[in-house]
């Protein structure tokens, strides 16, 4: 079964740019999570969809980042425009449904660099 | 709110010793409980997980981990340590309300020869 697939793995932009990961989930998962991991800490929740609706996304930063998954499969973050305490790496998960949807499978990640 | 303690912010065991890595809890009911394993430039793979039943859990890589309620206390053990266990280990919390997962800080892993 193949896992979570993120893309691009890096990337290095300048300051006020725009930039967009991609995230595949494992097939059949309902739901997808996004997650900010700052270098030294835990990753911490941005948004979380179930099929092609946001479940919570109280922590995302409304004003530059945008999510969509808008046909229940893969999905798109956004930052627009990127400031410099936006480097970091961006995770994406996805979890089955059920009692065992509380597990939540993790992609390699995408390291953004902002300079 | 829930949230993840885990104390220590860098251990280094020498390879071949036991390893036991502190993770504690704060949430009014019995939450879910893992333990993820994060290797540099990887993302976090699963090493074990609890919901309810007997409270010691076995994982892979030879990892097992005791929830005590007691002492709100969720911590990884593994009798002998391998010189490819060194990453960063996460323990995360999810309360059956939402299914958000709340991460601690990390313990970065170092083993010495």
């Known amino acids: 079964e193949a896992g979570v697939a993120q893309s691009p793995r890096y990337k290095i932009i300048e300051k006020r740019q725009s930039v967009a990961f991609w995230c595949n989930p494992i097939?059949?998962?309902?739901?997808l999570y996004w997650y900010q991991q700052i270098l030294g800490q835990g990753p911490k929740l941005l948004i979380q969809?179930?099929?092609?609706?946001?479940?919570?996304d109280s922590q995302l930063p409304k004003d530059r980042f945008s999510a969509e998954r808008l046909k229940g499969v893969d999905s798109t973050l956004k930052i627009q425009p990127a400031k410099l305490e936006d480097s970091a790496v961006y995770l994406c998960a996805s979890s089955s449904a059920g009692q065992g949807g509380f597990t939540q499978y993790f992609g390699p990640g995408t390291r953004l660099t902002v300079l | 709110a829930q949230s993840v303690t885990q104390p220590d912010i860098h251990i280094t065991v020498s390879e071949g010793a036991s390893l036991e890595l502190r993770c504690n809890y704060s949430?009014?009911?019995?939450?879910?409980l893992f333990w993820y394993v994060q290797s540099p430039g990887q993302g976090l793979q699963l090493l074990l997980k609890?919901?309810?039943?007997?409270?010691l859990v076995q994982g892979i890589k030879g990892f097992e981990a005791e929830f005590k309620r007691s002492q709100s206390s969720f911590n990884l053990r593994k009798p002998s340590v391998h010189w490819s266990d060194a990453a960063e280990y996460f323990c995360a919390v999810v309360t059956n309300a939402g299914n958000m997962l709340t991460f601690g800080g990390g313990t970065r892993l170092m083993v010495k020869p």
């Open positions: 609890y919901f309810s039943g007997d409270t």
């Open positions: 949430y009014g009911a019995t939450p879910y």
């Open positions: 969809f179930q099929n092609n609706g946001v479940v919570d």
């Open positions: 097939s059949g998962h309902a739901t």
